[in-house]
């Protein structure tokens, strides 16, 4: 935990020091996505764009490199970026298992924030080993839409003090205007998985 921070500490001096300004940071965790454990030493990178790929080694590289970081030995990991940056591309990577890129990662509202308030997209990360079975891989694919399926049970049917409820329709209705797709995707996990 020590040298995690100490990397840290290490990452948003460097970022400070060349950009004149205080980073903004995105925490996250890096999983394995079949066993579902952190995994330590998992490089996370953060490039300006996605526009030019290079596979140089085992980790892809896309042109300007803003930050990078390494996780601590459950996962997590805290990644500072310049806030002039305002969308980047995060690359993740480790030993034995496929990388994964993340195209767009939107800037948060606020600076700082060593505690890593904003996540990274696709939070938990997961990478999945190079030697996953195919039933491993739909077993991991299985358990993905079945936590979307108990979060959607969850936001419909969430009563509070006073019976005050989550307001699901009203934001499923705005999800519906902004990202079509996704709206779809909340109506098919609204249904009873088959067989049950």
């Given at each position: 935990m020590?040298?995690?921070?100490?990397?840290?500490?290490?990452?948003?001096?460097?970022?400070?020091?060349l950009?004149?300004?205080?980073?903004?940071?995105?925490?996250?965790?890096?999983?394995?996505?079949?066993t579902?454990?952190?995994?330590?030493?998992?490089?996370?990178?953060?490039?300006?764009?996605?526009?030019?790929?290079?596979?140089?080694?085992?980790?892809?590289?896309?042109?300007?490199?803003?930050?990078?970081?390494?996780a601590?030995?459950?996962?997590?990991?805290?990644?500072?970026?310049?806030?002039?940056?305002?969308?980047f591309?995060?690359?993740?990577?480790r030993?034995?298992?496929?990388?994964?890129?993340?195209?767009?990662?939107?800037?948060?509202?606020?600076?700082?924030?060593?505690?890593?308030?904003?996540?990274?997209?696709?939070?938990?990360?997961?990478?999945?080993?190079?030697?996953?079975?195919?039933?491993?891989?739909?077993?991991?694919?299985?358990?993905?839409?079945?936590?979307?399926r108990?979060?959607?049970?969850?936001?419909e049917?969430?009563?509070g003090?006073?019976?005050?409820?989550?307001?699901?329709?009203?934001?499923?209705?705005?999800?519906?205007?902004?990202?079509?797709?996704?709206?779809?995707?909340?109506?098919?996990?609204?249904?009873?998985?088959?067989?049950?």
């Open positions: 020590g040298r995690w921070l100490g990397s840290l500490g290490l990452a948003l001096v460097t970022v400070a020091t950009t004149g300004q205080e980073p903004r940071i995105y925490g996250g965790i890096v999983i394995d996505g079949i579902g454990g952190g995994l330590a030493a998992s490089l996370v990178t953060a490039y300006k764009d996605a526009a030019t790929r290079t596979d140089k080694g085992p980790c892809p590289e896309f042109g300007t490199r803003e930050s990078a970081t390494t601590s030995p459950g996962g997590q990991f805290l990644l500072p970026v310049p806030p002039a940056v305002t969308t591309a995060a690359v993740y990577c030993a034995g298992f496929f990388p994964r890129v993340e195209p767009v990662n939107p800037q948060p509202a606020t600076a700082g924030g060593a505690g890593g308030g904003t996540r990274v997209a696709g939070d938990p990360v997961d990478l999945v080993p190079l030697t996953a079975t195919p039933e491993q891989v739909r077993a991991a694919l299985e358990r993905h839409v079945e936590r979307l108990a979060s959607v049970r969850y936001y049917s969430s009563a003090p006073e019976n005050q409820r989550v307001p699901w329709e009203a934001a499923l209705s705005e999800l519906r205007r902004a990202d079509p797709d996704a709206a779809q995707m909340i109506d098919l996990a609204r249904k009873p998985r088959p067989g049950r």
